[in-house]
């Protein structure tokens, strides 16, 4: 009994340590930011920060570049991994293997073959948007595949299909109204984990001069002080908001109150 | 002309042959039922009816029509699976009215069918209710109410039962036998369970590596089987080592002691089978088959009792009712077993 009491205490110290290494750290940059007013505590930094025109401009410009990846990242991705689940098991380790590729290679080395590629030659798209959407796909292939990849080993995928067939659905059909609407909480995570990497992503956007959110937060924080710290706390806040979304609904769909599980 | 035909189906998977020769054909409004151990080939078999599996060879006839190069949402049929496989984002309605509204049906009629169909099931009360807030008993008649109601012209029923316990499984059974006869519809059902194909299946198919052992009614296949395999498969089986006396008059020796049986055998070293509930102990019948052993053991199995009889050096299995007054000598003690020559099941050693 008190050893189990000793375990329990062990665990909570260990917990509120883990929260003080977290929380401290954003708790300074926060009280930081709050002193844009010389002698008293302001939100003059987030002030200056939402009053700065190409603050809004260039969010919007990522936003905009993050629902676009996001939209050609899941119809490239979900069909290939739905192909490799049903089709092509053998596939998987080599789809598994260039997934880890981003992490191997810098985004660096990623847009001066960009640059080079596609600067001439039969498609010169090195001032498109669609070579920065096409670089950040690559980017976010790594999640947007694991995401969607756990959502299908959530289900009994061929099972599902092959009872779709049989009552007479089409592939069409057996995409929207079985496969998609059981792995919502999958598509969840993997639309918002792409939005966060596109919206603080920094050297594409540099690279292929682009004037997107990334480069903006690093100019700001070499040109001010305060203001990049409420920047910090601003997009921390969106990145929460946004796993508070998914936690909200994973746990909408899971309790099958609105639109059914994935049990 | 049969409603399903499968006339020389094969399946190759690289160089290794799942289905050789398989040809079957089943009338309409038949109950046929896979019978064979892992890997015989009798689920590809019920995959390529479906078309979730292309033969390599062969060729596959519903109602006349060959359906080899049709999709599978195109032929017709039905399929309940072992897992279920209901749409976790759907209710129960809304699984069964899936194949409707694919198929076009109007509102009204898709509304009456649902309603039948779960009156089908005993499932009024449960239209509602998600996959995952159903029994595995409910969700396998949820799914047979799905495959059903688009009317399939065939149903396919890949081991339904096997992710059940045991009791559910004999009450569903039952149900899926009176459901069969209500509708008429053509059904094929792999299993590997003898009892469940023995007590559903006007037929039954045993099969072995890919290939078809007997075809037969359950009385046929289970009295009367064709291969050594058939008779080892069903039911249980005592195999003696017997030698030739007389092959005209069926006459065997086993351990010494003369057995004769029902007609003439062939060779000079036989398979002598005996199904264990065909042996009588110390009744000394006229006419039967008699031989002397030892009582080793006494097996209590519920309903029966099973005494292990040591005759030579061949151990006997012998099934009695297990009644309040059953009288059973001790164990160690001399006995004899008797049985008709009808019941000896020869094949070539």
């Known amino acids: ?263 | 002309m049969a409603f399903l035909e499968l006339d020389g189906v094969v399946k190759r998977f690289g160089r290794n042959v799942v289905v050789d020769g398989f040809t079957l054909a089943v009338q309409e409004g038949e109950f046929v039922s896979f019978l064979g151990g892992s890997g015989c080939g009798k689920t590809t078999t019920l995959r390529m009816i479906a078309g979730f599996e292309t033969p390599t060879g062969g060729s596959i006839r519903i109602h006349g029509s060959d359906v080899v190069a049709l999709a599978p949402n195109k032929r017709g049929v039905g399929m309940v699976f072992q897992n279920y496989a209901l749409f976790p984002n759907m209710t129960v309605r809304r699984n069964i009215e899936f194949g409707l509204k694919v198929a076009r049906w109007r509102p009204a009629e898709i509304a009456q069918r649902v309603e039948e169909m779960l009156s089908l099931i005993h499932m009024e009360e449960l239209g509602e209710r998600y996959p995952h807030q159903m029994s595995g008993g409910q969700q396998q008649r949820a799914s047979l109410a799905r495959a059903l109601a688009v009317k399939p012209k065939v149903l396919l029923l890949d081991e339904p039962l096997s992710a059940l316990d045991a009791k559910i499984r004999a009450s569903l059974r039952t149900e899926i036998r009176a459901i069969q006869q209500k509708t008429g519809i053509t059904t094929i059902y792999v299993t590997h369970d003898q009892e469940e194909a023995l007590s559903l299946s006007d037929r039954i198919v045993v099969m072995q590596a890919g290939k078809i052992e007997q075809v037969g009614t359950p009385f046929e296949i289970y009295n009367h089987p064709a291969t050594a395999f058939v008779a080892s498969f069903i039911g249980n089986l005592n195999i003696l080592e017997a030698a030739v006396l007389d092959p005209a008059l069926g006459l065997l020796a086993v351990a010494g002691q003369q057995v004769q049986a029902a007609g003439p055998v062939t060779g000079s070293r036989v398979k002598l089978a005996l199904r264990p509930e065909m042996l009588s102990l110390n009744e000394g019948v006229p006419g039967a088959n008699s031989l002397a052993g030892r009582l080793t053991t006494v097996v209590f199995l519920g309903s029966i009792v099973r005494l292990g009889i040591r005759i030579g050096d061949h151990d006997l299995a012998l099934d009695r009712f297990n009644t309040p007054h059953l009288a059973l000598p001790a164990v160690g003690s001399d006995v004899s077993i008797s049985f008709p020559r009808e019941a000896c099941l020869v094949s070539p050693l």
């Not at chain 1, 205490?9 to 290494?21: E, P």
């Not at chain 1, 200056?48 to 410009?61: C, G, H, I, R």
């Not at chain 1, 920094?202 to 903006?216: D, E």
């Open chain 1, 1 to 263: 009994m008190s050893g189990g009491r000793a375990r329990r205490g062990w665990a909570w110290l260990w917990l509120f340590l883990g929260f003080l290494y977290f929380f401290i750290p954003l708790l300074g940059t926060f009280l930081f930011s709050l002193h844009g007013r010389r002698g008293v505590l302001s939100f003059a930094a987030y002030h200056k920060v939402f009053a700065d025109p190409q603050f809004l401009e260039t969010f919007s410009f990522s936003l905009q570049m993050a629902v676009l990846t996001i939209i050609v990242g899941l119809c490239l991705i979900i069909p290939t991994v739905i192909w490799i689940h049903l089709r092509a098991p053998w596939a998987k380790p080599v789809v598994e293997t260039c997934s880890l590729l981003p992490f191997v290679i810098p985004p660096i080395v990623l847009v001066f073959g960009l640059i080079r590629m596609y600067s001439s030659g039969p498609l010169p798209l090195v001032s498109s948007r669609f070579l920065l959407v096409a670089g950040y796909v690559v980017l976010a292939f790594p999640y947007i595949y694991r995401s969607v990849d756990a959502g299908l080993r959530a289900m009994d995928l061929r099972g599902l299909t092959e009872a779709a067939q049989s009552l007479g659905a089409s592939w069409g059909t057996i995409m929207f109204k079985v496969v998609l609407p059981n792995m919502r909480v999958a598509l969840l995570s993997a639309a918002f984990l792409t939005f966060s990497i596109v919206i603080g992503e920094l050297t594409l956007a540099v690279m292929l001069a682009w004037p997107a959110f990334g480069p903006y937060m690093a100019l700001v924080g070499r040109d001010l002080a305060y203001e990049p710290a409420a920047l910090a706390i601003l997009s921390f806040l969106l990145t929460w908001g946004l796993i508070g979304l998914i936690q909200f609904a994973s746990r909408r769909i899971a309790s099958g109150s609105t639109i059914g599980g994935t049990h």
